[in-house]
T-cell receptor, first 113, second 112 residues
Framework: DAGVTQSPTHLIKTRGQHVTLRCSPI?????VSWYQQVLGQGPQFIFQ???????GRGNFPDRFSARQFPNYSSELNVNALLLGDSALYLC????????????FGSGTQLSVL | KNEVEQSPQNLTAQEGEFITINCSYS?????LHWLQQHPGGGIVSLFM???GKKKHGRLIATINIQEKHSSLHITASHPRDSAVYIC??????????????FGKGTHLIIQP
């Protein structure tokens, strides 16, 4: 079985641009969560989705948005990119998103120039 | 908001040594995760705990809910254990509504 897949693996954008990151969960998993990890720091929670509904949102500006599709894959969108958005963006999936083991993708490394 | 503190931040040890990494949090939780992150970014979930102790191979994780503290132990450490170990907690407010709060990680190097 495939694990959690994220695309693209690396991305370079310039300030002010928009970016879309994609995540496909493990088959059968209905919950997807997104995290931002700045170099040298622990990840920070951005969003969680379950059954296509937003279940939680971290302390990120409205430039960050996400959605989950009927096949449970998910997109993270970031508008008006800032230099500070440069980070590793991680996606994790789980069966229901409650207190259960998480499975992480390898991440998308975003560089904003 | 939960504050998660890990110690030590960096740890270098010799192969075979017993390793302990600590995690403290400030607010009651529903679950605590121990994660392993290798260079390149990939994160692997090692344990999820809500009470007591879990063991998997050479890894042992314990949690003391009253003291708001968890430890990750590695017995007979090996150079392949070199990685960043991250503690993450989920609050009691239920479901995933508050996501996970992560520590900054412990950078472990095991020398041959």
């Amino acid at each position: 079985d495939a694990g959690v897949t994220q695309s693209p693996t690396h991305l370079i954008k310039t300030r002010g641009q928009h970016v879309t990151l994609r995540c496909s969960p493990i088959s059968g998993h209905k919950s997807v969560s997104w995290y931002q990890q700045v170099l040298g720091q622990g990840p920070q929670f951005i969003f969680q989705y379950y059954e296509k509904e937003e279940r939680g949102r971290g302390n990120f500006p409205d430039r960050f948005s996400a959605r989950q599709f009927p096949n449970y894959s998910s997109e993270l969108n970031v508008n008006a990119l800032l230099l500070g958005d440069s980070a590793l963006y991680l996606c994790a999936s789980s069966l229901t998103g409650y207190t259960e083991k998480l499975f992480f993708g390898s991440g998308t490394q975003l560089s904003v120039l | 908001k939960n504050e998660v503190e890990q110690s030590p931040q960096n740890l270098t040890a010799q192969e075979g040594e017993f390793i302990t990494i600590n995690c403290s949090y400030s607010v009651g939780i529903s679950a605590l995760h121990w994660l392993q992150q290798h260079p390149g970014g990939g994160i692997v979930s090692l344990f999820m705990l809500s009470s007591g102790k879990k063991k998997h191979g050479r890894l042992i994780a314990t949690i003391n809910i009253q003291e708001k503290h968890s430890s990750l132990h590695i017995t007979a450490s090996h150079p392949r254990d070199s990685a960043v170990y991250i503690c993450a907690v989920r609050g009691r407010s239920g479901g995933g509504a508050d996501g996970l709060t992560f520590g900054k990680g412990t950078h472990l190097i095991i020398q041959p």
